[in-house]
């Protein structure tokens, strides 16, 4: 990889170099809400999925991309 992009690549939103980078910044803030959720619910690989677990982890997520 050169770093250095052809115009149609460019412009190309869906799939060129901004679009990429744009995932790559969206993948950083799912990992950092996923571990705050993760302390404040106390998740690990045994933990048992409740409805009202769910419900407020899913609302959580709300509340934070609606503040975002």
């Known amino acids: 990889m050169t770093g ?3 115009e149609a690549q460019i ?3 869906d799939n060129g170099p901004l679009d ?3 995932d790559l910044i969206n993948n950083e ?14 998740i690990s690989a045994v933990t ?3 409805p ?4 407020n982890y899913l ?7 609606s503040w975002a």
């Open 4 to 6: 250095k992009f052809s």
């Open 11 to 13: 412009n190309d939103l």
């Open 20 to 22: 990429n980078y744009v």
């Open 29 to 42: 803030w799912g990992q950092e809400i996923g571990k705050m959720l993760k302390e404040k619910y106390n």
């Open 48 to 50: 048992k999925w409740t």
């Open 52 to 55: 009202e677990l769910l419900s």
């Open 59 to 65: 609302n959580d997520l709300q509340s934070y991309y």
